[in-house]
């Protein structure tokens, strides 16, 4: 994405968290593409037949953010750093549910591997991921928002520091730390 485009989306962000409805018109089109990327980042982690769609999880997750009350945009990092919460929000409590349909079910391990960072996480595995996340959120938040970012948003290295407004080499240290630290508690017996 061009600087000129990123600088377009912060300010209609900026106008939006103002109250300039006429913004948010504007706004969708231009971060439309880039949540579907993000929602199917998400989906390709799913089991098959999930009967949520990419383009339903975009949706669902859109109006979440626009309920959003009192929000002080800071950038375009900033926005989909809260949709991918937002969208990790609503397929864990999606798995919640199911989970608790079913009653139960044998959690997986899960590979810390860097290609494939919890690529077999699904449905109970995401459940365990999740509360993995929330335990290392409450000891470290910026390392909990790293991974979130990363692995849930897919955010690349540079997005992610510039939504935590940090650096790049600081991003892949903490990157590196939690990720032995998520596969550790994932792996406890």
């Known amino acids: 994405m061009s600087i000129d485009a990123a600088h377009q989306i912060t300010q209609l962000l900026t106008d939006w968290s103002n109250g300039n409805q006429a913004a948010l018109a504007k706004l969708i089109p231009l971060v439309e593409k880039e949540l579907h990327r993000l929602a199917h980042h998400y989906m390709r982690r799913e089991k098959p037949g999930q009967t949520l769609q990419t383009t339903a999880l975009v949706h669902e997750a859109f109006l979440k953010l626009v309920d959003q009350k009192h929000v002080n945009w800071k950038n375009r990092g900033h926005f989909f750093a ?3 919460q937002l969208m990790r929000r609503i397929l864990v409590d999606r798995a919640r549910s199911r989970k608790y349909a079913k009653r139960g079910g044998g959690a997986q391990q899960i590979s810390l591997d860097e290609t494939q960072l919890f690529s077999n996480a699904r449905g109970a595995d995401l459940i365990s991921l999740d509360e993995a996340l929330e335990r290392l959120s409450a000891i470290d938040e910026r390392k909990g928002k790293v991974v979130e970012l990363r692995f849930f948003g897919g955010l690349s290295v540079e997005e992610t520091a ?5 650096s790049g080499v600081t991003v892949m240290r903490e990157w590196s730390m939690a990720k032995a630290w998520l596969y550790n508690a994932l792996n406890e017996t």
Do not use: H, I, N, R
């Open 82 to 84: 809260l949709s991918a």
């Open 162 to 166: 510039e939504a935590l407004g940090v």
